[in-house]
DNA sequence: AATGCTAAGTATGATTTTCGAACTTATCTC
DNA sequence: GAGATAAGTTCGAAAATCATACTTAGCATT
């Protein structure tokens, strides 16, 4: 019970919200889809919020809870080793300052050290 | 195939070498965690090589590579995650700079940022 | 207001993985 | 050698995953 959080985690933070798309993207079979959602939102990291479209019907959608989104630093980490370890070096997606366009990482660093909010970076898939 | 990967290399990070000292720390079934330890060290994350404290006969034991020590930043993410949102805020583990004993944090910064090695860093269990 | 479409979620039985407990093996100590 | 200890194997029961088929609910069209 556990393989799958992590990869329906990044969904999420890719901002996929539906169940079917959420299911083709990773192979996930139906049923353990459903528990791990059940589960996702029930220990407050996703939420379950109903969301239209222009034009097409409203429909459930999961969506990252504040605590949730905390966790894209850990998946920033596992991204940035799995490019450099299995990948040869090339990532599959560029983190940036949305303003500067600078690249960003994640570090280890000092404490005091300022460091660039969630609210404030763009998402390049490569 | 996947809970317990994370927690091996935890303790591995934590210095734990040897086998039932693990399989304890963790609660892990040993025909599991044998086939984790493969696993892990087929994937060059994990090495398993002999050791010897003093007085003791020499034992195998289960060491970090470069490629699994890399993971320690995934690691520090998800504890510093666990440690807001799991413990009231109350960390686990205390990491400071060796030499200003400063503490230290995972952070996203610009790709420029000066960072600290693995090897200035120091560990306390609280 | 019936019909059909679509996407979410449930049901089910086979397969795979995990669990726990007992057993085997190898090495060191005496 | 005899005993002790820690690593690793075996094996049957329990739990999770998988693939596939089925049900449900809302809306659009007739």
């Known amino acids: 019970?556990?393989?799958?959080?992590?990869?329906?985690?990044?969904?999420?933070?890719?901002?996929?919200?539906?169940?079917?798309?959420?299911r083709e993207d990773?192979?996930?079979?139906?049923?353990?889809?459903?528990?791990?959602?059940?589960?996702l939102v029930a220990?407050?990291?996703l939420e379950r919020k109903q969301y239209q479209v222009e034009g097409a019907r409203s429909r459930p959608g999961y969506?990252?809870?504040?605590?949730?989104?905390?966790?894209?630093?850990?998946?920033?980490?596992?991204m940035q080793w799995g490019d450099k370890h299995l990948k040869d070096g090339k990532p599959a997606i560029a983190i940036s300052?949305?303003?500067?366009?600078?690249?960003?990482?994640?570090?280890?660093?000092?404490a005091g050290t300022d460091e660039v909010s969630l609210a404030e970076i763009d998402?390049?898939?490569l």
Not at 68 to 74: A, C, D, K, V
């Open 26 to 39: 990773i192979s996930i079979p139906r049923s353990v889809l459903t528990s791990r959602l059940k589960h």
């Open 1 to 22: 019970m556990e393989k799958w959080t992590m990869l329906i985690i990044r969904e999420a933070f890719y901002g996929v919200k539906r169940f079917d798309d959420i």
């Open 97 to 110: 300052h949305r303003e500067s366009k600078n690249p960003l990482k994640v570090a280890l660093v000092e």
């Open 123 to 125: 998402l390049k898939i």
């Open 43 to 45: 220990h407050g990291i």
């Open 63 to 78: 969506v990252l809870t504040a605590k949730g989104r905390e966790l894209s630093l850990t998946i920033f980490a596992l």
